[in-house]
């Protein structure tokens, strides 16, 4: 940007040089035109005594003649004098028609003028050449910088994030630290004969800090840090990438020690001949060209590379073996522990009001990453501005996590007395079932108040974190699952499409049940089926079957069964204790909200609530003259569902 202010400018200035030049050059003739002619014609009419005047500027000589305007002008050879010219020519001084003359001694400016007037095509034709070298300069040098590698390159000092940043992740900031003291102290490290691991890899979900942690190295270290994504690499010309990964590690091994920082490496590091097309040379020669880099005939010890995917899976296993990424650092969802520390990091410098109560809030967020908690803590200060409020209270905080879970509240959507009763039966289902199932996860809160797509929600909490679990816990989850489409048929008499999203996820939770960790009492401790997956794509497109019909419908039953037993479960203990449903019903449809103690106590049946009576409507009144039942609901669109259960899925 500045090369080309200069260049303007520099253009500009000649312009307005010329103009200056050619306006003095014309008042410095006095604005009159002068008519040129030889020295013979000024001799003669000197002779006649017609010259008036005559002025004389080194070899320009300028004349008037008697009753003439015409400003005539000749030459004259340079050290003439005019007088001994005309004297010469019999012109005599002493006459009285001898002109008036006047010489005139040139300035050194005026020859300066001159000369640069003279010179002035010159340079505007160079100006110009030069002009044009310049931008053909431009264009090749962007032409030539096309396989430059583009990473970002970052001191330690310019970085502000450090490992006090990082929280909830213990574990591989250890690594990670380490990596950092091989890079200031690696006389220590050398003492005992170790050496710098060449290459650390984060894995991890998404969300879970890997960039994050990255940064903090880059911050910590106090050496060069080069940051680059793994798309970055790839043109749609073949070698191009291979020519940006040599261009990275030499700009790397010339500020070596330093940090080469790989973001979404799976974008260039997937299996090789896995292409469709052809279209993988490019691919396949970039991963190539990185394969040599860390770990070829020429190397340096000096360089590390650290690289972040959250699909491990993918990657060739040339690019994870010792030598190239000698580490595999796992990034997993924080536990209660860490996710308690992850808010006190992003609560800080926030105005929290004396009720929020961190430890409750990481209880409340099983299964959020570092990402959602930090959404989560923006969210509350977000909602604490938005009311008006000088400090963020635990409303606000409890709020964001519902909006972070199922969405923001839909105010404006229209709901019927008759559907907001059958949402209220069927969230009521889904917690008391919850709640008195002994291996399901309890209840925390159960609103009736639309959010996003669901017109509801049941929001439980474990009361532990945990990577296992049991069939009798699996089979009670089921069971809570299924509490809301019970309490519809016990209470209407028939379901509606709203328990469609609970059908689903325990439908895929019983098959796995019986094909992936087999707790299948008939079929016995097998799995069933293998996935099947592009690598070059990195999804899964089929499964195959290896088992045959006969088991496949045995695969069915059992699936039939566990689901059936869930059903009955829910159904009994509904049927059993119909009035505690009533009752949370009741509740729901006058607070629209219940939550912790309050929602334990009328699970419990030590808060009874009975339903106020309510208008009855012009249909209802006509049901109840022909002596019928409650007529059926008519059932919502297709595809709406009442709610989003939040409980972890063990799919998952």
Not at 319 to 345: N, S, Y
């Amino acid at each position: 940007m500045y090369g080309r202010w200069l260049r303007n400018s520099f253009i500009y200035l000649l312009i307005l040089v010329a103009i200056v030049a050619i306006v003095f050059t014309i008042l410095s003739s006095g604005g009159s035109a002068k008519q040129e002619t030889t020295l013979d014609f000024f001799i003669t009419e000197a002779q006649a005594g017609n010259v008036e005047t005559v002025g004389v500027d080194d070899q320009d000589l300028d004349f008037n003649l008697r009753n003439d305007a015409i400003n005539y002008e000749t030459k004259i050879e340079k050290g003439d004098n005019v007088r001994q010219v005309l004297q010469d020519n019999g012109v005599d001084p002493g006459s009285a028609n001898y002109p008036d003359i006047e010489i005139k001694e040139p300035s050194s400016w005026s020859r300066y003028l001159g000369l640069f007037l003279s010179f002035l095509p010159i340079i505007f034709i160079v100006a110009i050449l030069f002009f044009f070298l310049r931008q053909a300069q431009g264009s090749n040098n962007q032409a030539m910088s096309f396989g430059k590698s583009k990473a970002k390159m970052f001191t330690g000092t310019r970085s502000s994030i450090t490992f006090l940043d990082v929280a909830g992740i213990e574990e591989p900031k250890e690594e990670l630290k380490e990596i950092v003291e091989f890079l200031k102290y690696p006389e220590k490290f050398a003492a005992l004969g170790a050496r710098i691991p060449k290459g650390v890899l984060l894995v991890g979900p998404p969300g879970t800090g890997k960039t994050l942690l990255a940064k903090a190295v880059a911050g910590e270290a106090g050496v060069p840090f080069f940051s680059i994504s793994g798309s970055e690499f790839v043109e749609m010309f073949v070698g191009v990438g291979a020519s940006r990964v040599r261009d990275l590690f030499e700009q790397a091994k010339r500020n070596s020690p330093c940090i080469i920082f790989v973001d979404e490496i799976d974008a260039v590091g997937r299996h090789r001949g896995a292409g469709l097309g052809g279209s993988h040379d490019e691919r396949e020669q970039t991963l190539n060209q990185i394969l040599v880099e860390m770990d070829g005939f020429d190397t340096n010890t000096n360089v590390i590379v650290v690289a972040a995917t959250n699909r491990p899976d993918i990657l060739d296993p040339a690019l994870l073996r010792p030598g190239r990424f000698d580490r595999q650092v796992v990034l997993d969802l924080p536990d209660m522990k860490g996710r308690t520390a992850i808010l006190e990091i992003h609560s800080k410098g926030k105005p929290l009001g004396t009720d929020v109560e961190i430890k409750t809030l990481a209880k409340q967020t099983p299964g959020f990453t570092g990402a959602d908690l930090a959404n989560l803590v923006n969210e509350a200060a977000i909602l604490a501005a938005r009311r008006g409020k000088k400090k963020i209270g635990m409303p606000e905080f409890d709020e964001a996590v519902d909006r972070v879970i199922a969405g923001p509240e839909r105010k404006s959507r229209v709901i019927s007395k008759r559907e907001r009763e059958i949402i209220a039966y069927h969230e009521a289902g889904h917690a008391l079932v919850g709640f008195m199932l002994p291996a399901a996860d309890p209840p925390y809160k159960v609103s009736i108040i639309s959010r996003g797509s669901a017109g509801g929600f049941t929001r439980f909490i474990p009361e532990e974190d945990r990577n296992l679990l049991a069939r009798t816990q699996l089979q009670d989850m089921l069971a809570s699952m299924h509490g809301g489409l019970v309490a519809e048929e016990i209470v209407f008499g028939e379901a509606t499409t709203g328990p469609q999203d609970d059908l689903q996820k325990a439908t895929s939770l019983a098959r796995q049940m019986v094909t992936r960790w087999g707790m299948s009492e008939k079929l016995g401790p097998r799995t069933f089926g293998r996935k099947e997956e592009m690598v070059f794509l990195g999804r899964e497109i089929s499964e195959q079957r290896d088992y045959s019909e006969k088991v496949a419908e045995e695969i069915d039953e059992e699936v039939r069964q566990i689901i059936d037993k869930a059903y009955q479960a829910a159904k009994s203990l509904l049927t059993e204790h119909r009035s505690r449903l009533d009752s949370v019903v009741a509740a729901l449809l006058e607070q629209e909200m219940l939550e912790g103690d309050e929602l334990t106590k009328v699970l419990k049946g030590e808060v009874v609530h009975e339903r106020a009576p309510e208008p009855d409507d012009k249909d209802d009144e006509a049901t109840s003259e022909q002596g019928g039942e409650t007529p059926p609901v008519s059932p919502p669109k297709p595809g709406l569902a009442w709610d989003t259960p939040t409980n972890i899925d063990p799919a998952s």
